[in-house]
């Protein structure tokens, strides 16, 4: 009788690593290994409790500090691993810029840590999971490819960058088999009230202004591409069972992949489109991100074709998983979330 397989998931009580877990419940029959230091965007275990699926027998949770290195004794209890997806990071760009050194420390320390731990446990494929940040600002019609040069611009890309460059010298060094993911502003349930879907749907229910990050002269918000938590899911299950790359030190695209949502989107219309769901008016005001948020950039953008290329489809539009969010977080039994 075969093993059933064990997948590590750092950060897996947080935001998206829960619905990770989620994912992995419903979808598979692996062994789930949930590590998470459980500060204040973790909310506890709240998210896991929370999720229709959780399966206390399949789900073991170490609460534990990624800062430090692993302990023997945790080590020992976890035992072999398969998979390890390394989720945890702090992400609040604002942070970033309020306190950068401990920001910056806490991203770099955890991920040496956790690829330190690989080394030991030797899985078959760790996943870094970074972000769209790490590319810098795009202009209009620029779509970042894996491989493109980086060009962090702020102190929370620069934290991502380096987790990335990090992975790349094990890779090359020790012969981890190391994939990278990028990913795009993600939404979904549980979301922590500081991220913008949340925020707006705040503000629109008390019917105050919503301030938008926009270009100097006031004209033009912010664009992004979002994607729903459970698509990021299905895509790193994706990596893990159905691609054969690794990082490689000639060919800097392969064993990296950009999981990018179906639509640009400006801020200001994200907005709109709330107030649309809740039938209620979005009052917005665009503020200019050089005094608000130095560092901020106006537009990310990444080209998705070599996911899609590799046979992977994203199974929710847009459109559909924004209004069921709200809908979800304005319910009576999870308004609490918000």
């Given at each position: ?189 549980r979301q922590h009230p500081e991220k913008f879907v949340p925020i707006c749907i705040r503000k629109i229910l008390a019917g105050e202004t919503i301030q938008v990050h926009s270009n100097e002269d006031l004209t033009k918000s912010g664009e992004r591409h ?113």
């Amino acid at each position: 009788m075969t093993s059933k397989i064990k997948c590590a998931i750092t950060g897996g009580c947080g935001f998206v690593g829960h619905h990770v877990v989620e994912h992995l419940l419903k979808n598979t029959d692996w062994e789930i290994i949930v590590l998470d230091k459980l500060n204040y965007a973790a909310n506890g275990f709240d998210r896991l409790r929370d999720i229709e699926a959780f399966d206390d027998k399949r789900v073991k949770i170490f609460a534990v500090d990624l800062q430090q290195p692993i302990t023997v004794g945790v080590a020992e209890e976890i035992g072999e691993v398969d998979y390890i997806l390394n989720l945890a990071s702090e992400s609040h760009v604002d942070n970033s810029i309020k306190n950068p050194v401990s920001f910056i420390q806490n991203n770099v320390n955890l991920t040496l840590n956790m690829l330190e731990y690989a080394r030991v446990v030797k899985p078959k494929k760790f996943i870094q999971f970074s972000t769209d940040e790490v590319y810098g600002t795009a202009d209009e019609g620029v779509n970042y490819k894996e491989g493109d040069r980086h060009n962090a611009g702020n102190p929370y890309s620069a934290s991502k960058d380096c987790q990335e460059s990090i992975c790349r010298a094990y890779s090359n060094t020790y012969g981890l088999n190391i994939n990278i993911t990028n990913a795009m502003n993600i939404i979904g349930e549980r979301q922590h009230p500081e991220k913008f879907v949340p925020i707006c749907i705040r503000k629109i229910l008390a019917g105050e202004t919503i301030q938008v990050h926009s270009n100097e002269d006031l004209t033009k918000s912010g664009e992004r591409h979002y994607l729903h938590a459970r698509n990021i899911a299905q895509a790193l299950q994706f990596i893990l069972e159905e691609t054969d790359e690794g990082l490689d030190k000639v060919d800097a695209s392969l064993g990296q992949w950009n999981i990018v949502g179906d639509i640009e989107i400006a801020n200001s219309d994200l907005a709109l489109m709330i107030g649309k769901i809740l039938n209620k008016e979005a009052k917005i005001e665009l503020i200019s991100f050089h005094s608000s948020r130095p560092g901020h950039d106006l537009r990310y953008a990444l080209n998705g074709d070599k996911l899609k290329d590799a046979g992977f489809d994203y199974p929710k539009s847009f459109e559909d998983t924004l209004r069921k969010t709200v809908e979800w977080d304005i319910a009576e039994e999870n308004i609490r979330w918000l």
